[in-house]
């Protein structure tokens, strides 16, 4: 196995976002309330459901703060607010490509078809083992969960959106990544897996700040001291090269030290034929991705964040990155499989996330300019911050 010396090296893109009004991406948490129990939750309020003119004026807040391209609506479980598909249309309306992240428990045919209908682009399931499901036995091994995963992935799929998996890194189960990795590569609807490290909050009585001036928390103990075993951002690298041979793509640092890796992107391409993946081929960023991202900053006015799927535009793709400094080699190896016979061309898009960690000290380390804040007392504050955040002074201000 090739060692992996560094979580950060010249091959890896480092994402351009480092003014955060140039952050394309943000969470619009619209609900309290879940009819699941998960042991990673962060949410601190239980109950409680904004009303369509408060999220609405969420959304305003956060496009005066950020030129954003996307946008994921989370919650609790936002397949319990009643004006779902109505906020859908909203951020459609402002120009926004909308993510929806859902424990799938009410999502069927018909909720996808309305979803679908609204403008929704992404669904991301949340079906890992730190739930207690009824849609699934107690204790449930790894075959039933993906068979349910399978099933919900396709019922997003055939109302014509895209499908995604997001799973906790618990420290007590190392394999389940591995399995998470292993059903995203091979399936025919999942075209994008979310990790994200386990991370216990109860240690933590209250931050102060925002991204603007910074956070500073009030702990007791030692709130995020990583048990030994948990698997870091390198060890999912030597992992990844080791099984599958893929690099990482893209990443970025931390407020506290830029070459930090807070989120590290694999982006992967594979062909199928019947169900079984032939060509795996991880894309290695060149000047291609450098270019394209620069040119929508200066063309447009905002970087891209999702980019709707493609057969076609994926295999051009594929062509530009090999001949602008990518792997040409395994780029074209993975073109050629794409054109023959009964063979279907993927994008895979694989995202290792560390949440925001708190030290003894009270210092807060989390994403540069965190793409996963969410609009919060009017201001920006990571989401998984959020219920135990007081607002600093003064606020945030626009770019």
């Not at 140039?22 to 459901?49: E, F, K």
């Not at 240690?203 to 009030?218: D, Q, S």
């Not at 291609?288 to 999702?306: K, M, N, V, W």
Request: with cysteine; aromatic share 6%; net charge positive.
């Amino acid at each position: 196995m090739e060692v992996v010396k560094s979580s950060w090296d010249s091959r890896i893109w480092r994402l351009p976002w480092d003014d955060g009004g140039d952050v394309p991406h943000a969470l619009l948490d619209i609900l309290r309330g879940c009819n699941l129990r998960c042991r990673a939750c962060y949410n601190q309020a239980r109950t409680g459901t904004k009303p369509l003119d408060v999220v609405k004026a969420e959304v305003d807040g956060l496009l005066r703060l950020r030129r954003l391209q996307s946008i994921s609506i989370v919650g609790g479980e936002p397949l319990l607010h009643p004006e779902l598909c109505e906020i859908v249309r909203f951020l459609r309306h402002r120009g926004l490509r909308v993510e929806l992240f859902t424990n799938g428990l009410l999502l069927d045919y018909a909720a996808c078809a309305r979803l679908k209908e609204a403008g929704t682009d992404l669904v991301f399931l949340h079906i890992d083992s730190g739930q207690d499901r009824p849609d699934l036995p107690a204790s449930a091994a790894w075959p039933e969960r993906r068979r349910l995963i399978a099933e919900k992935a396709a019922c997003v799929t055939a109302a014509g959106m895209e499908a995604g998996l997001t799973i906790t890194a618990y420290p007590d189960r190392p394999g389940e990544v591995e399995d998470g990795v292993q059903l995203t590569l091979d399936s025919e609807d999942l075209g994008y897996l979310l990790v994200t490290r386990f991370r216990e909050h109860a240690a933590i009585v209250a931050i102060e700040g925002n991204l603007a001036a910074g956070f500073k928390a009030t702990v007791k103990g030692t709130p995020h001291a990583s048990p030994e075993n948990m698997r870091s951002h390198l060890d999912m690298q030597r992992l990844l090269l080791d099984k599958h041979a893929i690099r990482p793509f893209a990443a970025l640092g931390s407020n506290r030290d830029p070459q930090d890796a807070r989120w590290l992107s694999y982006f992967v391409g594979t062909t199928s034929r019947r169900g079984r993946r032939l060509v795996t081929q991880g894309l290695r960023a060149s000047a291609c991705e450098r270019l394209f991202s620069a040119l929508c900053r200066q063309l447009a006015g905002r970087y891209l964040f999702f980019v709707p799927w493609s057969a076609s535009r994926f295999w051009l793709h594929l062509l530009f990155n090999a001949a602008l400094g990518g792997n040409a080699r395994g780029n074209l190896r993975l073109a050629a499989s794409a054109l023959l016979p009964g063979h279907r061309l993927h994008a895979k898009r694989l995202l290792f996330q560390n949440p925001a960690e708190v030290g003894a000290s009270g210092s807060v380390t989390h994403c540069i300019n965190c793409p996963d804040a969410t609009f919060h007392q009017g201001q920006l504050i990571p989401v998984c911050l959020a219920d135990l955040c007081r607002p600093a002074s003064p606020p945030c201000t626009s770019p």
